[in-house]
């Protein structure tokens, strides 16, 4: 394995040349083997390198398009349908909510994981109201960005382990008792309350 890693400009993302899981093969294989498409949306050159890097060496994943503009993003969610926007939310100038609903209008099954170096727990309570699957920081390892893709292609929920723990400790939270902030981390984790109960009988 190639230790040789990418330098990305401004906290980006450190990539290393990992080699690929499984060849993916044409895009058209990979569409008949039941592979999720990825549309990236980062105006970063660089970071778009690296994710799109990612995501070719990701069993299960397909790269649909890189969308450095809203206009691109939107116009590829919805000829793609049925996929995962890996998106910066500041791509756009709205607020996050009304981009959100503007990927939802355009693109109902789309799954959004937002990628960004903002992620106070007010942001990640929004994100997750409007919908997003999952949410990690862009300076996040490789294999945390996989997970949280890998988990939006099995229509589950992935918030980095420091934003979760970062909610369970916010101001709405504080009153929970340490057994309660456990299984709200487990939650937004994406694990359903039947797993939480088989790992844990003893917790009603």
Request: charged fraction near 20%.
């Amino acid at each position: 394995m190639s230790d040789r890693r990418v330098d990305i400009p401004g906290g980006g993302v450190p990539f290393q040349n990992w080699p690929p899981q499984v060849s993916l093969g044409s895009e058209e294989e990979a569409e008949a083997d039941g592979a999720v498409k990825v549309i990236i949306g980062v105006a970063s050159p660089a970071l778009l390198s690296g994710l799109e890097s990612l995501v070719s060496d990701t069993a299960g994943l397909v790269l649909g398009c890189s969308a450095p503009t809203t206009d691109r993003l939107l116009a590829c969610c919805m000829e793609a349908e049925d996929c995962i926007a890996l998106v910066d939310p500041t791509l756009g100038p709205q607020g996050l909510r009304a981009f959100m609903q503007l990927l939802r209008m355009v693109a109902a099954r789309v799954r959004v994981v937002l990628i960004s170096d903002m992620h106070s727990p007010h942001m990640v309570r929004e994100a997750l109201r409007w919908g997003a699957s999952g949410f990690v920081e862009k300076t996040a390892q490789p294999a945390e960005i996989r997970a949280a893709l890998v988990a939006a292609a099995r229509s589950q929920r992935y918030l980095s382990p420091g934003m979760a723990a970062d909610l369970a400790d916010s101001s709405v939270l504080r009153d929970l008792s340490p057994r309660e902030r456990h299984v709200h981390a487990l939650l937004t984790r994406g694990d359903c309350n039947k797993l939480i109960s088989s790992l844990h009988p003893n917790w009603q």
